[in-house]
């Protein structure tokens, strides 16, 4: 099964607690071991690669210290930006590509249009994350919401559903806050995403498979290759019938899933108009203590068009759940 | 004037002007309190009078600071040339 693994930039990122500045080789490779012995024990790698990946990669906020038994971590005072880009992936409420990261900065004036890619805080904030073989980077504080959604849906016996169903139900019956975990898309071979649609793999029927796989007699070589020939044919004509099965449900369900959307936008929409609201406060104090009460007024015009927007809103969500 | 009439000793005199002083402090940050709720009902009238007296307050608190520094100079100075009014104060102390 694959499953996701933090590239090893994002794993060290990880390990690094808040304030620190540089770890010894030894307690980093505890700290990995600790946090991630598992899947390193999978991949056959131990933290000392890790690190030393992490060192060699192009872009990296480590570096070796001092000392080659010190590992430092770059870490930027106060990077305007990168807070800029922790509030888009607050706001979005998943993961985003480094282009998308790109396109929202131009289209806020923050950066220019010759800003390079690699020189995104992405890459060197310890709050951004990826994992690997995934362009989408993800909030480090972000906790992998995929396990619980997983056994959520094998206990509801639930083989498929929409995208948008699943972000929902996360929030609201399984009680996950968007602001804290994160449901990753790719790389999680029991969940799988196909245009809109997540297909939920039963884990337990294949370790049923496995058993029985293990059962079978030994035979010749010959007749074992072409066992093996039926049945990865077999399995890649079930994945294809699959994914045609999942293609038509995705037509069928995007109907339902309109108004789920409508739902999701609504309160989207209503969560920033109140955020809005508060980020004004402290503006009107701003100002108050410079006497400017025409910008006070402006703000209280604004406000008031808010609050009208977040009736209308809540009035749209009463008409989507009748 | 009323909080420093009963206080004979000039010194507690500046220390009882320093705290009203440090009071008025207090009530322009409860002032700014008051903005936020004004703001959250979008009361620009009610933010409109506060700033007013917030800028009365402001005014007092300067115009208290310099005086107490103003007298608390002269009364050093007068006081370290003829020791007339420390020998005062032992009396009242």
């Known amino acids: ?322 | 004037m009323e909080a420093i009439e009963k206080l004979d000793a000039l010194h507690r005199r500046f220390e009882r002007l320093r705290q009203v002083v440090d009071h008025k402090r207090l009530q322009v940050q409860w002032i700014e309190e008051e903005v936020r709720m004004c703001f959250q009902q979008n009361n620009v009238q009610g933010i409109a009078k506060l700033a007013r007296e917030r800028e009365h307050l402001l005014g007092w608190i300067t115009a208290m600071e310099s005086f107490i520094v103003k007298w608390e100079q002269y009364w050093r100075e007068y006081d370290a040339v003829s020791g007339w009014f420390s020998a005062g104060l032992h009396v009242q102390e």
């Not at chain 1, 620190?20 to 690669?49: F, H, I, K, V």
């Not at chain 1, 770059?74 to 807070?83: C, G, N, S």
């Not at chain 1, 950066?111 to 709050?127: C, M, Q």
């Not at chain 1, 073989?133 to 396990?147: I, K, M, Q, T």
Request: hydrophobic share 40%; charged share 30%.
């Open chain 1, 1 to 322: 099964m694959s499953e996701l693994v933090y590239t090893p930039s994002s794993m060290l990122k990880k390990v690094f607690r808040t304030g620190e500045r540089s770890l010894s080789r030894q307690e980093l490779e505890n700290r990995l071991q600790n946090t991630y012995g598992t899947s390193l024990q999978r991949m056959n790698q131990s933290p000392a690669q890790v690190i030393d990946e992490a060192l060699a990669e192009e872009i990296s906020s480590f570096h070796v210290g001092a000392s080659h038994a010190v590992i430092e971590m770059e870490a930027p005072f106060r990077d305007l930006i990168a807070e800029e880009l922790v509030r888009y992936f607050l706001e979005s409420k998943g993961p985003l590509t480094a282009e998308q990261c790109l396109k929202k900065l131009r289209r806020q004036n923050i950066i220019s249009y010759s800003y390079a890619e690699n020189k995104l805080p992405l890459y060197k904030d310890s709050r951004f994350v990826q994992f690997t073989g995934s362009d989408l980077w993800y909030l480090a504080r972000w906790e992998v919401a995929n396990d619980r959604v997983y056994r959520f849906l094998a206990n509801k016996q639930i083989k498929q559903l929409p995208l948008t169903q699943l972000l929902l139900m996360m929030e609201h019956e399984l009680n996950l806050s968007r602001r804290d975990y994160v449901f990753v898309p790719e790389g999680d071979s029991r969940l799988r995403v196909i245009e809109g649609l997540v297909l939920v793999d039963d884990e337990d029927e294949a370790k049923n498979s496995g058993d029985k796989e293990e059962k079978v007699p030994l035979q010749t070589e010959e007749v074992q290759a072409t066992a093996l020939d039926q049945e990865s044919t077999a399995i890649t004509e079930n994945i294809q019938r699959e994914e045609e099965v999942a293609v038509t449900m995705a037509n069928d369900m995007k109907t339902v899933s309109v108004f789920e959307d409508v739902l999701v936008n609504a309160q989207d929409s209503t969560e920033k108009l109140e955020q809005r609201i508060k980020e004004m406060e402290e503006e009107v104090l701003e100002h108050f203590k410079g006497n400017n009460m025409s910008a006070i007024s402006t703000l209280v015009a604004e406000k008031e068009k808010c609050e009208a927007i977040v009736v209308a809103l809540e009035k749209v969500v009463e008409a989507v759940n009748k």
